[in-house]
């Protein structure tokens, strides 16, 4: 397939679950980023077998959104995103992230994270929208864009903070509260990044043999109730209601069966 082929809106949602308004509003993007975020799992299952995942919009219908059912990463989710948000009548610019989620400085990390701003029509503030995250962290509904203040979404708390650094841009940091304290996610400044600059990202993720995901398995999915994570052999299953956290080794022959029935993926 190929970007030529016209982008299905209606199968993208219906992919998603979403029934409700397609205006370009806040209710909708929140709605719809929800709702994106719990039904396409984080996955790097082409990069862990060995070859950089396609960006081209054809392919991620094929992958993402029609029968076979798979995942991604950032960058295929967050294109994917893009275009419907797009499609929606919303204005979106891409944006670079460095991933400074247990990094000791923040420079030590390439900009190797795609994140979004989103401007909804007649509204002054633009929002941070990211489903492509692969973390307990990550964003479930979009934020404004503003610093120092709270934001609760989806049972998650966030924030976006300046930090100091040495160039022209302010930095914004996106944190995550995780019940003791704030933790830094990714760090990015606004200047605008294009599908090229993606695709460069995507290759040095997806096929550099020093890139941790073409080291691990690692794939995400977060519902409602709960969170669950497959690192290379180890699941770990998070409950929302009690926080209580379970984990357990799999062994290589239940793989298949542990992807299709916790995760949603069909190999």
Known sequence: MSDTVEFDLDAYLGRIGWEGGRGADLGTLRGVHLAHSRAIPFENLDAFGGSAPSLDLGDLMAKLVYGRRRGGYCYEHNTLFRTALEALGFQVTGLAARVVLGAERPE??????????????????????????GSIGALLEPVPLTADVEFRGAGRRHRLV????????????????????????????????????????NWHVGANPRSPFTQNRYIQRVTAERHILLYGEVL????????????????????????????????
């Open 108 to 133: 030590s990390r390439p900009r190797a994270h795609m994140t979004l701003l989103v401007h909804v029509p007649g509204d002054p503030q633009p929002y941070l929208a990211d489903v492509g995250f």
């Open 162 to 201: 300046h930090a100091p650094h040495h160039g022209p841009l302010e930095l914004w940091v996106l944190q995550a509260h995780d019940g003791k304290g704030w933790e830094p996610q990714y760090a990015f400044t606004l200047d605008p990044f294009e599908a090229p600059d993606y695709e460069v990202f």
């Open 236 to 267: 770990t299953e998070t409950t929302f209601a009690d926080g209580t956290v379970h984990q357990r080794k799999v062994a290589e022959d239940d793989v298949e069966r542990l992807l299709a029935e916790e995760f949603g993926i069909e190999l």
